[in-house]
């Protein structure tokens, strides 16, 4: 079996391998002590959130963004990842851990080993568009709870492997804490973010060809015409809806920019953190998004 355990292990899983999907944690006990005039509380600090995380798509800036924001919030790192290419031998590194990159084609004999180590890990996926499908369907398969930040794919058919597996799933077209069309040139896919505001746009009334969307990939553009700060040329996400009134006669205009790629990556660890509690209590609710996580004040 691949071992993947550090020197200092973790204290022993709150719950039985996850590819039963079953199990509940124990709710923390307050102790109190009887004193002959008064009765004192005795209550234990909470204890800092650990478990263990691996994050798919390590090699990409992004997946190494959310790996560094992981190990900075206090979480365990499970030292593997992959990659859409077999015959590798490399390694990420990541803080003080050396992250092993595996091809495809180990993913599945992998991940169980991952899972007989470690039955309380939680997967942050951040791969490719095309990749999507085929890694929610493993993680259903094996039963891994999985934070899907990776947009693209078929949308439908990836709720509909959560929902058919009754595995635990939070998926968001959005991760950052503070935002609910240009990007980097190496972005592959339409943005996520756009198509789900202007989801919510067509809720209320308006109209939208989704062919109209303007994508600016080309750097100099992304200088000149939009104004992204040249360091974050290559990590940035800004978007601009103009609605106009079919008279011409009152237009709206809604823009929202983010530099760098922290906000996703912390936001992403926020996520995992949502969902590893939503297991751990064995909740009946098995597929959430970032609404969840910022209704219930789950953002640090």
Request: aromatic letters at 6%; charged letters at 20%.
């Amino acid at each position: 079996m691949l071992s993947l355990r550090p020197p200092c292990t973790l204290s022993p899983a709150p719950w039985p391998r996850r590819r039963t999907l079953h199990g509940a944690a124990g709710t923390p006990q307050r102790v109190s002590a009887a004193a002959p005039s008064a009765i004192v509380e005795a209550v234990s600090p909470p204890a800092r959130l650990s478990f263990p995380i691996l994050v798919n798509g390590c090699t990409g800036k992004m997946g190494l963004s959310v790996a560094e924001a992981a190990t900075s919030s206090g979480l365990h790192l499970v030292p593997i990842s992959f990659s859409s290419r077999d015959m590798l031998d490399r390694t990420v590194r990541v803080g003080h851990t050396d992250v092993r990159i595996y091809g495809p084609s180990a993913r599945e004999d992998v991940l169980s080993s991952v899972i007989d180590e470690f039955p309380d890990v939680v997967v942050v996926d951040y791969t490719a568009p095309d990749s999507v499908n085929a890694n929610a369907e493993l993680y259903c398969k094996l039963g891994l709870p999985f934070v899907m930040g990776t947009t693209g794919g078929d949308r439908q058919l990836l709720y509909k492997s959560v929902q058919d597996s009754n595995n635990y799933a939070l998926i968001s077209p959005q991760m950052g804490k503070q935002v609910l069309e240009s990007h980097q040139a190496g972005k592959l896919d339409i943005s996520g973010t756009a198509k789900a505001v202007i989801a919510c746009f067509e809720k209320l009334g308006v109209s939208y060809d989704m062919n109209r969307m303007v994508k600016i990939r080309d750097p100099e553009q992304q200088l000149e015409m939009v104004g992204v700060p040249e360091e974050h040329i290559e990590g940035h996400a800004f978007h601009l809806y103009h609605l106009t009134s079919p008279d011409d006669s009152v237009s709206f205009e809604f823009q929202h920019n983010v530099c760098g790629r922290s906000i996703y990556a912390e936001g992403s660890v926020d996520a995992a953190m949502f969902l590893h509690r939503k297991v751990r209590s064995n909740d009946s609710k098995r597929i959430y998004d970032m609404i969840d996580v910022l209704r219930e004040g789950s953002m640090r």
